[in-house]
């Protein structure tokens, strides 16, 4: 089994390495390199949105944290960053495509300033979390199947994940997204049905605690925060908006981002009807990934082949947006100076994307969960993007100063969440409510009427 299924993912990686290389971008702007020159189509858009979304947060993380805890863990991910889809079709989708970004910075900069764009920039410290999330749950992955040590099948991994996001930007990346979306889905049904047939796992056997939203120690105010933290808290993320971006109509990037939050919602809840039925099954006591450890239950091995290059797929599509992602908002927003039109401005780009995923797997062997790392990468883009982003497309009050001022309260209490253990409040939320005050206050100071001397 160990064999075959290395010769598979080695023919895998190699045909995706292969599509990548031929239908690399044609142009010689980092425009095409990050937004694939503005052409996405319906089915391209939605199935790299839904790539994006569809990662290690939702099929490994989120699955082992629901087979623990129960199913409260599935509101930040995948119903609360489900709902984010929808919400940005509804009410962001067109102003961002009508401003024409090549990252979000670039709003942030022609709304409030390039001090309030370095932020942006600065606050994208955070996807390295996100990136070092997706490469901890691939080596997991990987290390149920073959006896190398985790670090080492991290840095594999990753290696891999960036030499064929440096290969040809979006538009590469958009297509061989839409292909590991048909396996992805292919995989995911198919552990899904097998599952339902097997008697090993039954709905009436599921704990019933795990099937409650509310316990005595988590009441209504926690259930909404963390459904609020979910769907506000990628919101300000760079990989959306890009992709928002680089659709080539306004009604392309609307349509495509609801269809993507429907279909995400539908197939996200899967690993967590799976991680349910798993909680109430004698069979599965142990260690490991709940979603491999169910399938090597079903002992179907061209199954767990297809599961494991299903999961793989998953996460490479995640990765290779969050590396675009900071690369651009490096290349584009924090030196850019250079003349974006030029093979130079590619051959840079390139270079910054090695550079994030280098740093990202040194995080990632560090150790830290995959989940812990997503929940911080959320609560820092609700606290500090998300306020002057939605301020500053909605609201003609504001300027600099009320922005860096709610970045600034939203960066404190960012890091109050990580160092504080245990608080007795939601300090995201309470960093939000402060945040959202101070910009308020000093929008309404900064243009009030002057009053005439007598």
């Known amino acids: 089994m160990g064999a075959i299924l290395l010769l598979t993912l080695i023919a895998y990686v190699s045909l995706t390495y292969m599509i990548a290389h031929r239908v690399k971008s044609p142009g010689t702007s980092s425009t095409h390199f990050f937004v694939a020159g503005r052409r996405l189509g319906f089915w391209l858009s939605t199935g790299t949105l839904f790539a994006t979304w569809f990662g290690a947060g939702t099929v490994i993380a989120v699955s082992n944290a629901v087979y623990e805890k129960g199913i409260h863990k599935a509101l930040l991910i995948p119903f609360g960053a489900g709902l984010c889809l929808i919400v940005v079709s509804f009410f962001y989708a067109e102003k961002i495509w009508a401003a024409q970004l090549c990252t979000l910075a670039d709003f942030f900069r022609r709304r409030f300033g390039r001090s309030v764009e370095l932020a942006y920039v600065l606050m994208s410290v955070t996807y390295f979390g996100w990136i070092a999330a997706q490469m901890v749950a691939a080596g997991e992955i990987l290390q149920a199947y073959f006896d190398f040590d985790l670090t080492l099948l991290i840095c594999i991994f990753g290696l891999v994940a960036t030499v064929y996001t440096v290969t040809g930007g979006l538009w590469a990346v958009t297509i061989t997204d839409s292909i590991q979306v048909v ?6 049904v198919a552990v899904f049905i097998l599952t339902l047939l097997s008697p090993d796992f039954t709905w009436s056997t599921i704990p019933s605690s795990h099937l409650s939203l509310f316990s005595a120690e988590r009441g209504l105010l926690d259930v909404t925060y963390m459904v609020f933290l979910g769907t506000f808290g990628t919101l300000a993320g760079n990989e959306l908006m890009q992709r928002i971006s680089a659709c080539r109509s306004p009604e392309v990037a609307r349509r495509s981002s609801l269809v993507a939050g429907l279909l995400y919602l539908v197939i996200g809840s899967i690993p967590v009807c799976l991680a349910l039925m798993a909680a109430g099954s004698p069979n599965m006591r142990g260690e490991g990934d709940i979603i491999v450890r169910i399938v090597q239950t079903l002992e179907q091995p061209i199954l767990q082949m297809v599961l494991v ?42 270079k910054t994307v090695v550079i994030v995923a280098g740093i ?25 993007a998300f306020i002057p982003l939605t301020f500053g497309l909605f609201w003609k009050r504001g300027t600099t100063r009320s922005a860096i001022a709610s970045i600034g309260i ?24 402060l945040a959202v005050s101070t910009y308020v206050a000093l929008a309404l100071l900064e243009h009030r009427p002057k009053v005439a001397r007598s």
């Open 410 to 433: 939203g960066l404190c209490g960012w890091i109050a969440d990580v160092f504080v253990a245990d608080p007795p409040f939601h300090i995201p939320l309470v960093t939000f409510i």
């Open 360 to 384: 990202s797997i040194g995080i990632a062997c560090i150790g830290e969960s995959a989940y812990g790392l997503i929940h911080f990468s959320y609560a820092m883009s609700l606290c500090g």
């Open 183 to 188: 396996v992805l889905l292919i995989g995911i």
């Open 309 to 350: 290059i299903s999961l793989l797929s998953a996460v490479l599509s995640t990765i290779d947006s969050a590396l675009l992602s900071v690369s651009s908002l490096i290349s584009e927003n924090l030196f850019p100076k250079r003349d974006s039109n030029t093979h130079d401005s590619i051959r840079f780009a390139q």
